[in-house]
T-cell receptor, first 110, second 113 residues
Framework: SQTIHQWPATLVQPVGSPLSLECTVE??????LYWYRQAAGRGLQLLFY??????ISSEVPQNLSASRPQDRQFILSSKKLLLSDSGFYLC?????????FGPGTRLTVL | GEDVEQSLFLSVREGDSSVINCTYT??????LYWYKQEPGAGLQLLTY?????DMKQDQRLTVLLNKKDKHLSLRIADTQTGDSAIYFC?????????????FGKGTRLSVIA
């Protein structure tokens, strides 16, 4: 069965510092991968999705970037964090018709 | 356009039924989903329904879809304190497998013992 890992679980970073969140999927090949953000009191916003290695689509202009160096690895990055980057970040996978979400990373930028 | 709306809060007594409602705007939605998020945790898929179905039942959960009114509901029978969580409605707009989901803002369900 498919398993998705995300780390770290919690992160507190100062404004202006870099960010790297990692997500890996096990038990499947060539998944579609997604990064979502859930800001406090708001719904889920799609940030990036990827249909294959090196293929990234960005849904909203922002301070973040994503990379997919391997088939089952998806990385969310920033060179300089902003206060508005605080939120709960969820990685997700899909291999139709199945889908799943990771446990999430709570990021607080101070 | 893509828009999914949900009420933000719902409070019920333990043992009663909960009904969480969702409306969406895009008539081309193919699949509609309900996810549960417990405090500090990720999203758990509860159930989904194809757009050509009216109803789907799974143990204590009943999903009703009114495609004409673009209205989706989730009914939880015999609500328990463990059902306290945020419930997200989501739609997928096409049959393409890699289409991202569009989520509502979530309904926070509180169950009073």
């Amino acid at each position: 069965s498919q398993t998705i890992h995300q780390w770290p679980a919690t992160l507190v970073q100062p404004v202006g510092s870099p960010l790297s969140l990692e997500c890996t999927v096990e038990g499947t090949s060539n998944p579609n991968l997604y990064w979502y953000r859930q800001a406090a009191g708001r719904g889920l916003q799609l940030l990036f999705y990827s249909v294959g290695i090196g293929q990234i689509s960005s849904e909203v202009p922002q301070n973040l970037s994503a990379s997919r160096p391997q088939d089952r690895q998806f990385i969310l990055s920033s060179k300089k964090l902003l206060l508005s980057d605080s939120g709960f970040y969820l990685c997700a996978w899909s291999v139709p018709p199945s889908r799943g979400f990771g446990p999430g990373t709570r990021l607080t930028v101070l | 356009g893509e828009d999914v709306e949900q009420s933000l809060f719902l409070s019920v007594r333990e043992g009663d039924s909960s009904v969480i409602n969702c409306t969406y705007t895009d008539s081309s939605s193919t699949y509609l989903y309900w996810y549960k998020q417990e405090p500090g945790a990720g999203l758990q898929l509860l159930t989904y329904i194809f757009s050509n179905m009216d109803m789907k039942q799974d143990q204590r959960l009943t999903v009703l879809l009114n495609k004409k009114d673009k209205h989706l509901s989730l009914r939880i029978a015999d609500t328990q304190t463990g059902d306290s969580a945020i419930y997200f409605c989501a739609e997928r707009l096409s049959d393409s497998g890699n289409t991202p989901l569009v989520f509502g803002k979530g309904t926070r369900l509180s169950v009073i013992a």
